[in-house]
């Protein structure tokens, strides 16, 4: 198994690869660099954009653009001229961002935030149809992460960092509600955070490690199946791509690690391409 830097960005909090079938391109943000990226891997093109603040997380429209969650809010974006049009800013009187988001395969979006000084359990999770209804689904959040939807649609799963757990809920498809949490994945006191997760055609769950220097892959029921080691300490998600949705990109993070350990980990922030010998499934789009 080969795991290769594939551009060598140096993010600071690298997050969210979205691979785009149509496009056959990845997208992903550095949160504290303000920056959206755009991959191309058959030519190497490499496309930046500067935000006006920080970038968690985003969504493919099927109407063109991103849905993104900013820091403050939930907005459109238009790729080629940079418009924002914000939808809602439901936690503007908090001190948290938005972190994590995804789209199901209803085209609603989902969205998390985070306590902006990583210690309190102030965020939330929010749901947003396609008519724009934003929901507060869920309270009591530390840090947002992973959003994955079972292959049948009948679990979701969800992860707070900041616990170290990841849990997983029954899911109405139908309606967006979610029910009868129950913990999943523990890795409460190891020193290890689960941070951003995907889904292979086996429905097996893969989750980027937080200080754990790995990826793991989990059965649906949470058993640890394997660990693929990297070399940063900080991956922080991943998304199958490429022409056969059979690479699986990494984002990593530098963060808070001192000049000393960029000196042994010095792709720390890149993004990496890992043949894991299975492949994914696409990423829906927001259908508003």
């Known amino acids: 198994m080969t795991v290769e830097c594939v551009v060598d960005c140096r993010n600071k909090l690298g997050e969210v690869p979205v691979w785009d079938v149509a496009e056959q391109a990845l997208y992903w943000v550095d949160i504290e660099g303000r920056l959206l990226q755009r991959l191309e891997p058959a030519t190497g093109r490499l496309d930046r954009w500067e935000m006006p603040e920080r970038i968690a997380c985003f969504a ?75 929901t ?17 649609d009948r679990s979701f799963y969800f992860a707070d960092t ?14 967006g509600n979610l029910s009868n949490r129950r913990p999943v994945i523990d890795l409460s006191g190891t020193g290890i955070g689960p941070d951003g997760s995907t889904i ?20 649906p029921d949470g058993e640890l199946d394997r660990i693929v080691e990297l070399p940063v300490q900080k991956p922080t998600s991943c998304m199958f791509g490429g022409a056969d949705l059979r690479t699986l990109y990494v984002t990593t993070a530098i963060w808070d690690l001192t ?30």
């Open 60 to 134: 493919l429209r099927e109407k063109g653009g991103l849905i993104v969650g900013f820091a403050s809010g939930i907005a459109f974006y238009d790729l080629d001229t940079g418009a924002i049009d914000w939808i809602a800013r439901p936690e503007a009187d908090r001190n948290t961002r938005f972190n994590e988001g995804k789209c199901d395969r209803q085209g609603r979006f989902w969205t998390g935030t985070m306590d902006d000084s990583l210690a309190e359990h102030d965020g939330a999770l929010y749901r947003v149809d396609p008519d724009l209804t934003v």
């Open 136 to 152: 507060r689904v869920l309270g009591n959040v530390g840090i947002s992460n992973t959003m994955v939807w079972s292959l049948d």
């Open 162 to 175: 900041l616990d170290g757990r990841i849990d997983r809920f029954d899911f109405d498809a139908v309606s």
């Open 200 to 219: 292979d055609t086996d429905g097996y769950i893969w989750n980027a490690q937080w200080d754990g220097w790995r990826l793991a892959r989990y059965s």
């Open 259 to 288: 000049p000393e350990q960029l000196r042994a980990q010095p792709q720390a922030g890149g993004l990496f391409a890992v043949d894991v010998g299975i492949g994914g499934v696409p990423e829906s789009r927001f259908a508003g």
